[in-house]
């Protein structure tokens, strides 16, 4: 199993709701990471587990809450969003190597807040 | 300064020219980089990785890296319409251990 399965595929949700985004990985990957990207633009880093710990944030806004409940899974909670959330969410995973290694990512979920 | 710089491009190429894409980084303690191709409203792919001083090649694909002037590039050959896309290269930062994309390069193959 090569492949880094992220759903729901698309999600509307109101400024009010709480959703979760999910990610699951069969590598045996020990960093998993959530990626943001806007139309036309690089994706950028939010979170990085390695080892099912967070060990970056890059001062992502608390209405995004990550949690990693086990080396295969990766979820994002969204609380009280606002419409400029709207964009692809990328989840990826790597191994964890000296030299680093490349990413396999998800196939995303579109996610508008309206 | 940003971390990780490419043309916007958009680069067009004939078919069957060799596409070159061009990337710098700022962080000289980097020490692997990475070429990842993304279709218009898909994930990206990683198609090459590379952390060593020279050229790596892969299929019609070849990545080269200059450590000492924070350069690397990736050549396509025999380019098909079916590598138009968006190229982004990716660094490894290593004071801050995570990868860092930058803006990408779209590539037009024109049959």
């Known amino acids: 199993d090569t492949e880094v399965t992220q759903t729901p595929k698309h999600l509307v949700m109101g400024m009010t709701n709480k959703k979760s985004l999910k990610c699951e990985q069969h590598m045996g990957h020990r960093a998993m990471y959530w990626y943001k990207q806007k139309a036309k633009k690089p994706p950028e880093l939010m979170f990085v587990?390695?080892?099912?710990?967070?060990?970056i944030n890059e001062s992502v806004p608390s209405r995004f809450s990550p949690e990693c409940p086990n080396s295969s899974l990766l979820n994002l909670h969204l609380h009280a969003l606002q419409p400029e959330d709207s964009a692809l969410y990328l989840c990826?995973?790597?191994?964890?190597?000296?030299?680093?290694?490349?990413?396999?990512f998800g196939s995303g979920t579109r996610l508008t807040v309206v | 300064q940003k971390e990780v710089e490419q043309n916007s491009g958009p680069l067009s190429v004939p078919e069957g020219a060799i596409a070159s894409l061009n990337c710098t980084y700022s962080?000289?303690?980097?020490?692997?980089f990475f070429w990842y191709r993304q279709y218009s409203g898909k994930s990206p792919e990683l198609i090459m990785f590379?952390?060593?001083?020279g050229d790596k090649e892969d299929g019609r694909f070849t990545a080269q890296l200059n450590k000492a002037s924070q350069y690397v590039s990736l050549l396509i050959r025999d380019s098909q319409p079916s590598d138009s896309a968006t190229y982004l290269c990716a660094v490894r930062v290593a004071s801050y251990d995570k990868v860092i994309f930058g803006p990408g390069t779209s590539l037009s193959v024109i049959p």
């Open positions: 962080d000289r303690g980097s020490q692997s």
């Open positions: 590379i952390y060593s001083n």
């Open positions: 990826a995973s790597s191994a964890i190597t000296s030299t680093g290694s490349g990413y396999t």
């Open positions: 587990y390695s080892y099912e710990k967070l060990s």
